[in-house]
């Protein structure tokens, strides 16, 4: 699948591989505390969308002030429950050297009264370097996932907030 890359220097953020179906829905804030949202170009129907949709946002926590892995991966534990997302797995890996943790769940959503399964991977990391906290949430169409699994941790991999 062609990929690209996506880089905007004044955020200071970038993904060196995007696969070309994805077209940038939103760009907003700035360097200090943004968000880039990204969709796939095929869509389900006109109820549910896209069928893969991510976004990264991020925002600046002075270092003596940030929450500890823990409490950043119990913060994502707690918007699961609240959001009555099933866990499937939870990771935690160094990512181009941060602490990135991530929980891949799944739901139903319903829109216009049709119901459509779907998979969330939701994950946070603290970058030292540059003092922010990156949040990000991909959401994919239940049938799709196995086969856009790899792909999407990816582009999760793929994620630079310096350089």
């Given at each position: 699948?062609?990929?690209?890359?996506?880089?905007?220097?004044?955020?200071?953020?970038?993904?060196?591989?995007?696969?070309?179906?994805?077209i940038?829905?939103?760009?907003?804030?700035?360097?200090?505390?943004?968000?880039?949202?990204f969709?796939?170009?095929?869509?389900?129907?006109?109820?549910?969308?896209?069928?893969?949709k991510?976004?990264?946002?991020?925002?600046?926590?002075?270092?003596?002030?940030?929450?500890?892995?823990?409490?950043?991966?119990?913060?994502?534990?707690?918007?699961?429950?609240?959001?009555?997302?099933?866990?499937?797995?939870?990771?935690?890996?160094?990512?181009?050297?941060h602490?990135?943790?991530?929980?891949t769940?799944?739901?139903?959503?319903?829109q216009?009264?049709?119901?459509?399964p779907?998979?969330?991977?939701?994950?946070?990391?603290?970058?030292?370097?540059?003092?922010?906290?990156?949040?990000?949430?991909?959401?994919?169409?239940?049938?799709?996932?196995?086969?856009?699994k790899?792909?999407?941790?990816?582009?999760?991999?793929?994620?630079?907030?310096?350089?």
């Open positions: 699948m062609p990929n690209k890359i996506f880089q905007n220097e004044e955020y200071h953020v970038q993904i060196d591989y995007l696969p070309e179906n994805f940038l829905q939103e760009l907003s804030g700035n360097k200090e505390e943004g968000k880039i949202i969709e796939s170009r095929e869509i389900l129907d006109e109820s549910y969308g896209a069928y893969i991510f976004e990264y946002s991020w925002n600046t926590i002075e270092f003596d002030f940030r929450l500890s892995d823990g409490d950043l991966i119990d913060e994502i534990d707690r918007q699961y429950q609240r959001l009555r997302i099933n866990s499937i797995e939870r990771n935690g890996e160094y990512i181009n050297t602490y990135n943790q991530y929980i769940g799944s739901r139903i959503i319903v216009k009264e049709i119901q459509y779907t998979v969330e991977i939701n994950g946070v990391f603290y970058c030292e370097h540059s003092e922010r906290q990156f949040n990000y949430r991909f959401m994919i169409y239940r049938k799709i996932y196995e086969e856009w790899n792909t999407l941790l990816e582009i999760i991999h793929a994620f630079k907030c310096h350089f």
